[in-house]
């Protein structure tokens, strides 16, 4: 059997307070050339708890960017009950132990975020609000290493805007600019809308 090639696809928060993502997501899954799928899901407005307390009473970066990765086992749970096809993996070994296999999973990548992460070559993570759903993503492209990264968002960005713009943007988390330069090819689709149009990000490092 020929091996498959894997794809990271990041699910934005935002999506999962729509009512038809499942409906939706597993559309787009069923469209895809076949590979080993790998989901993570961003943490939506549990996360946006987080950010609300920091807002009101200054908790320490590091504590609040654990706060929000606590946020995203919750929301790789809510994916799970979505897509109960998928395996809902807590250790990133199986994940990369198994690649190519054709297989849906859904990452809990708290694990692979405190134990696997700070040992990845490349540019590690920092805990800061700089790193969101996005750039965890990517690191676990850079790890895996995958064949492509998929951005799933309920918007597309600015027409041939670069990374820097993306940033500026709020399309991507800040960090995100960082690892370009390390990631495999990128793509970014619009779940929200009819038909799921999705456009290339640009490669390479910022400019």
């Excluded at 794809?7 to 895809?32: E, N, P």
């Excluded at 950010?51 to 790789?76: L, V």
């Excluded at 694990?111 to 609000?129: A, K, M, Q, Y």
Aim: glycine residues 8%; proline residues 10%; contains cysteine.
């Amino acid at each position: 059997m020929t091996e498959q090639p894997t794809r990271v696809v990041k699910v934005g928060g935002s999506l999962l307070h729509d009512h038809a993502l499942g409906t939706r997501l597993r559309q787009w899954l069923g469209q895809q050339p076949p590979a080993h799928q790998v989901l993570i899901a961003g943490g939506g407005r549990f996360a946006d708890l987080v950010w609300q307390a920091d807002r009101c009473h200054g908790i320490h970066a590091q504590t609040a960017h654990w706060m929000c990765i606590r946020a995203m086992q919750i929301t790789a749970q809510i994916l799970a009950e979505l897509l109960p096809e998928a395996v809902l993996a807590d250790d990133y070994r199986q994940v990369r132990d198994h690649p190519g296999t054709g297989r849906l999973t859904v990452l809990d990548s708290w694990s692979f975020l405190r134990d696997e992460e700070p040992h990845v070559p490349g540019t590690c993570l920092p805990e800061s609000w700089a790193v969101t759903s996005d750039s965890i993503a990517a690191r676990l492209a850079i790890a895996v290493p995958a064949d492509e990264l998929v951005l799933l968002k309920s918007a597309l960005p600015a027409p041939g805007a670069r990374i820097p713009q993306l940033v500026r943007d709020g399309y991507v988390d800040p960090f995100f600019g960082m690892l370009s330069a390390e990631l495999p090819p990128v793509r970014a689709v619009n779940l929200a809308a009819p038909g799921f149009p999705s456009v290339a990000l640009p490669a390479g490092p910022p400019t």
